[in-house]
């Protein structure tokens, strides 16, 4: 799967604070783990996109990760997924 995925503008700011504050609360707000692991662009490399999508969509069964799908879109996972790969969380 390649990512082609471009909300607008104004989706990607709202996308960008989602990830910090919300995925931040697990997942540190630099992406460095908490409760959540690590998800800075080495910590992924092993990981396909698609895999990446599918667990923000559907979380992970068992264990803290909720799933997104009703506040996000597919395309609104794989632009995160993007981000975490360029590893523009500040
Ligand atoms: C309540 C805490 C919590 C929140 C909020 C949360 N996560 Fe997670 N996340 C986790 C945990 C815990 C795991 C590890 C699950 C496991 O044990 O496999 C995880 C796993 C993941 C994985 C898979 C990582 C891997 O190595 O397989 C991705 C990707 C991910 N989260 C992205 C996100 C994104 C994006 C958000 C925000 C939209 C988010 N998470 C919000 C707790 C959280």
Known sequence: MSIQAAPDGARQNQLRHLLKHDCGSCHGMTM???LGPALRPNDLTSKSDELLV???LHGRQGTPMPPWKHLLSKEDAEWLVKLMRIGEVH
């Open 54 to 56: 599918t667990v923000i």
């Open 32 to 34: 460095k783990g908490g």
